[in-house]
């Protein structure tokens, strides 16, 4: 039964190489880069001056970035990714990760690997392999969009600082004379990437190309098993936590205001029995991205599984849900599901579907919706041009994904299969 559900095993590691037991920090000028096991690995350079502006980590260390200088051809094309980490919506958690690469830059990685869409080679990413390519790490904890403070708990949600600081530096470094331009990210970064999409494209002339791509970064707004909604409360504790409200997209939260029709339908929502607080609900509906995608004018890719792994584990099975562990199995291995579990699974696929049914009908949007057990696809070799990559209509993510930046073809597909590679 449902022959059609596969699993797709995307193992995502970041691996530190040490020179001599130590890698330097840059601080000016172009990173440090060198070539290890065949993979282009890249030196974290420090916003030097970003905390003059409140641009800090949430424990009040410098923002950074990875940075690869293009070449050739795509000299004066940038693309600019942003890592995922998730978010964090209390006290406790936040203080949790200021200790970690999520939240100090003190934590983060002295080098780290470009794959994927970041590879420096023409055979693993044709398109995009000499483009000046960035990396930023998230350290804000809630996608680059809070801005607000606590100071008993030495805690700082500057995210939209740095993304105001990482931008600035950017354009010094060259990217303001871009011809072409591109941000992506995956899991939180494809939220901000969806989040910031037309503030990226405000940056430039009008005669420069600007797209953006969104991998595994369409969270839905939906229950889970037990039909409370736990996702909607973790989102509304950050959007209220870091002060992200005046930093979303103004179309949306000034359409979703607490008088309106629209904001009674969408925060007192009887099917889910939430009762949100008034002045944050908004703001909440607004983190969503199924309630963005409408305003967005910048072209934007959606690159998501049907089953996204996270979601599955967290927003549709969270343990809350499930106290005496009957999903433990299914969250495992896909093909370890009862036939009631699976046909949850298929209401979680058509709830996606139906959710970017609008935006599938602009000329300018595309999409890439395939059914791999997987989280984030765009970052990593085997998922995003190898040779048993995912591939939909015979072209990998990677060739779809090219095909609408460089408007070589249209791409809007979805599959109920997943072409991959079984790990052994």
């Given at each position: 039964m449902l022959k059609f559900l596969w699993v797709c095993i995307v193992i995502a590691t970041f691996f530190s190489n040490w020179v001599d037991g130590f890698v330097q920090y840059s601080h000016e000028g172009d990173p440090k880069t060198e070539i290890i096991n065949n993979t282009l690995m890249v030196s974290l350079t420090l916003i030097q001056g970003a905390d003059a502006k409140g641009a800090v980590c949430l424990d009040g260390t410098l923002p950074a970035y990875y940075f690869h200088r293009g070449h050739g051809?795509?000299?004066?094309?940038?693309?600019?990714?942003?890592?995922?980490?998730?978010?964090?919506?209390?006290?406790?958690?936040?203080?949790?990760?200021?200790?970690?690469q999520l939240g100090s830059s003190n934590f983060m990685l002295p080098e780290t690997g470009f794959t994927?869409?970041?590879?420096?080679?023409?055979?693993?990413?044709?398109?995009?392999?000499?483009?000046?390519?960035?990396?930023?790490?998230?350290?804000?904890?809630?996608?680059?969009?809070?801005?607000?403070?606590?100071?008993?708990?030495?805690?700082?949600?500057?995210?939209?600082?740095?993304?105001?600081a990482a931008m600035e530096k950017l354009m010094s470094l060259g990217m303001r004379h871009a011809k072409k331009a591109l941000i992506s990210g995956c899991s939180a970064g494809g939220l901000t990437s969806i989040l910031h999409c037309d503030k990226f494209r405000g940056l430039f002339r009008r005669n420069t190309e600007v797209k953006c791509l969104s991998d595994a970064g369409f969270f839905l707004d939906s229950v889970d098993i037990s039909g409370a909604p736990t996702f909607r409360n973790f989102f509304s504790n950050v959007v209220s936590l870091?002060?992200?409200?005046?930093?979303?997209?103004?179309?949306?939260?000034?359409?979703?205001?607490p008088t309106s029709r629209l904001f009674t339908a969408a925060?007192?929502?009887?099917?889910?029995?939430?009762?949100?607080?008034?002045?944050?609900?908004?703001?909440?509906q607004c983190f969503f991205p199924q309630n963005?995608?409408?305003?967005?004018?910048?072209?934007?890719?959606?690159?998501?599984?049907?089953?996204?792994?996270?979601?599955?584990?967290?927003?549709?099975?969270?343990?809350?849900?499930?106290?005496?562990?009957?999903?433990?199995?299914?969250?495992?291995?896909?093909?370890?599901?009862?036939?009631?579990?699976l046909h949850i699974l298929q209401g979680f696929r058509s709830q996606m579907l139906q959710a970017l049914k609008p935006f599938s009908k602009s000329n300018q949007s595309g999409i890439f919706i395939d059914s791999c057990y997987a989280h984030c696809q765009s970052q990593f070799q085997l998922t995003?041009?190898?040779?048993?990559?995912?591939?939909?209509?015979?072209?990998?993510?990677?060739?779809?994904?090219?095909?609408?930046?460089f408007d070589r073809a249209e791409v809007k597909v979805v599959d109920k299969s997943c072409h991959h590679l079984v790990l052994q």
């Open positions: 051809s795509g000299k004066k094309s940038w693309l600019v990714h942003f890592q995922g980490g998730g978010w964090c919506g209390n006290i406790t958690d936040c203080v949790a990760r200021k200790k970690t994927g869409l970041l590879s420096y080679k023409a055979e693993e990413n044709p398109d995009f392999f000499n483009w000046n390519r960035v990396m930023l790490p998230s350290c804000d904890g809630a996608s680059f969009s809070g801005d607000s403070e606590n100071k008993e708990a030495q805690l700082q949600f500057r995210g939209h600082r740095i993304w105001l870091q002060g992200v409200k005046e930093n979303l997209p103004h179309f949306c939260t000034s359409r979703l205001d925060c007192f929502n009887e099917d889910i029995q939430l009762t949100p607080t008034p002045l944050f609900c908004p703001a909440l963005l995608l409408a305003g967005i004018k910048t072209p934007l890719f959606i690159l998501n599984s049907a089953y996204d792994s996270f979601q599955f584990q967290f927003s549709l099975v969270p343990a809350s849900a499930d106290p005496n562990g009957l999903w433990n199995s299914c969250k495992l291995n896909v093909t370890n599901c009862s036939p009631t579990q995003w041009y190898a040779a048993n990559s995912t591939i939909i209509g015979n072209k990998t993510i990677s060739q779809s994904v090219g095909d609408w930046y």
